[in-house]
């Protein structure tokens, strides 16, 4: 039987200094987002889903931090190797991993999400994550955001200035004290929509922050 890999030992005090550094890198940045989504996104009266794509993902933290103030967020995260490092970083920076992907774990992922969703939290998807395609939306981000029953966030970012990897996401690093501009977009629910409908919106949302 498969097991979720974890991080343990001195492994995990690898990352400490790592997350300070992640801290202070990121409160250099001069993130931008205009007045109505920042009232939008201060609203506590209920959870979100936010999705947004994966080479997006250095920034989430902070942005949770800036204008989700308060309120506990919870990210999907692969049960694999390389997700037991992302894990182990979520958890440093105040963000709670729940494990799973499509090939692994899916069905108890989605189990704790939605409990997650259910005890007030917000729940932080990247829909093409872990591996791909870039930029294509995969059935299970629609799948937790239906069954919620909450509030859809869309969510991207542009980058004045940031170093590009040469992974398959094209992974954004943005440059210290780069201006970053924010764009969200707030859809009531998705509920009522099946899993290709779902789908279609959500990627025709994302494709059209930027």
Not at 33 to 48: F, G, R, V
Not at 87 to 95: E, R, W
């Amino acid at each position: 039987m498969r097991s979720t890999h974890k991080i343990r030992g001195w492994r995990s005090w690898v990352l400490w200094p790592l997350s300070i550094l992640m801290r202070l890198w990121c409160r250099t940045l001069r993130i931008s987002l205009d007045a109505e989504m920042q009232e939008i996104l201060k609203d506590a009266s209920e959870p979100m889903v936010v999705v947004f794509w994966h080479n997006r993902l250095f920034i989430a933290a902070e942005c949770c931090r800036r204008f989700r103030a308060g309120r506990d967020v919870c990210g999907l995260v692969s049960a694999s190797k390389d997700g037991a490092w992302l894990s182990a970083f979520f958890d440093l920076v105040g963000i709670r991993a729940i494990r799973g992907s499509s090939s692994y774990r899916g069905a108890q992922a989605l189990r704790e999400m939605l409990q997650a969703v259910e005890g007030g939290a917000d729940v932080a998807i990247t829909p093409d994550g872990p591996r791909g395609p870039r930029y294509r939306v995969k059935p299970g981000a629609v799948l937790v955001a239906r069954q919620a029953g909450t509030s859809l966030l869309v969510a991207s970012c542009k980058f004045a200035s940031a170093w590009r990897l040469k992974s398959w996401d094209g992974f954004f690093l943005p440059k210290p004290f780069s201006r970053v501009e924010l764009r969200c977009k707030r859809i009531p629910s998705i509920a009522s929509l099946d899993r290709d409908e779902g789908t279609a919106v959500m990627q025709q949302e994302l494709d059209a922050l930027f």
